[in-house]
């Protein structure tokens, strides 16, 4: 079945539910969704982890964002007037391929590897397939955009996992310094080659920012993630507050221009990576004083 003819094809499921599906489901690989559900495991999983999840992700995010770039083709509503997009505010930029589905696939896959329940794998797996399903469900995608991004997305896992296994391998670590060095290199190479697309910007400011702030917790003893599930549904909550106003301020003080994005996305991963931390380990230690005083008190 041609590609077209299978979006039009689509539209006959069209209800009221299954359009809140697909709407939710495609909301789930938004930025947003990702900075929530990354922020949460940093601090509440374990910050290593988190991190490296982190840095996957933005390297889905800015190689998906050269990709299109690279392959310039337009979306199919854009082509096609028969199409009735839903959630358009979610297709920005060229098709290939899907950024939805190659997040998905990154960031769920490495998830679901760390899992050990067979079915915990099974439902992330029909997750990544109904974030997929549902670019082609809303037709801001084509079927190969989705493929590709699923293609691409399985790619970066594959290659994390080499890495992983190459750096377990030779046990050694260069240092904080040599570390920085190649986060801060890294990172002017990512906007010499992608200053002209947003998400690559965004991208080499999160990693700038994220990268020392890592090194510089790290340095200080690490963060211990555990805590009481009130405690957990707190520090995601203040977080996400926080982060939010970094992002909103940063906005309206610094502006727009490319710089300013640097700038604005380096204190957003800062904050995430090292101020947080930091501000609910102390926060957590003066409580535990409190109530050790109040305790020996009586």
């Known amino acids: 079945m041609p590609s ?7 539209q006959q499921f069209r209800s009221g539910f299954t359009d809140a599906l697909f709407v939710g489901a495609s909301a789930l690989g938004a930025e947003e969704a990702y900075m929530a559900l990354l922020t949460a495991i940093y601090l509440c999983v374990g910050h290593r982890f988190g991190f490296h999840l982190f840095v996957m992700f933005l390297a889905s995010a800015y190689s ?6 690279l392959a310039d083709t337009h979306r199919p509503f854009l082509l096609h007037p028969q199409l009735n997009p839903l959630y358009p505010g979610s297709a920005e930029g060229q098709s290939f391929p899907s950024g939805h589905a190659q997040n998905a696939a990154v960031v769920w896959g490495i998830i679901a590897i760390r899992q050990r329940s067979a079915r915990v794998r099974v439902a992330i797996i029909a997750l990544v397939l109904l974030i997929a399903l549902s670019r082609l469900y809303l037709q801001v995608h084509w079927p190969v955009d989705v493929i590709g991004g699923l293609a691409s997305g399985l790619l970066l896992v594959l290659i994390y ?3 992983v296994g190459v750096w377990a391998s030779r046990q050694c670590d260069p240092g904080r310094v040599a570390w920085a060095l190649v986060i801060v290199i890294g990172s002017a190479l990512m906007f010499l080659f992608g200053y002209h697309e947003a998400t690559c910007v965004r991208s080499t400011g999160a990693l700038l920012g994220s990268g020392l702030g890592y090194l510089l917790l790290e340095r200080r003893g690490g963060f211990r993630a555990a805590a009481p599930p009130l405690n957990q549904v707190v520090k995601v909550i203040v977080a996400l507050a926080v982060l939010a106003g970094v992002q909103h301020g940063g906005r309206a003080l610094l502006g727009e221009a490319a710089w300013a994005t640097v700038l604005r996305y380096t204190l957003i991963g800062f904050t995430a990576a090292y101020v947080l931390p930091v501000f609910f380990t102390v926060w957590h230690e003066r409580r535990e004083r409190r109530l050790a005083s109040r305790g020996a008190g009586v």
């Open 4 to 10: 077209l003819d299978f979006l039009i094809w689509l």
């Open 64 to 69: 998906n964002s050269q990709l299109k770039a």
């Open 161 to 163: 996992l080499i890495a």
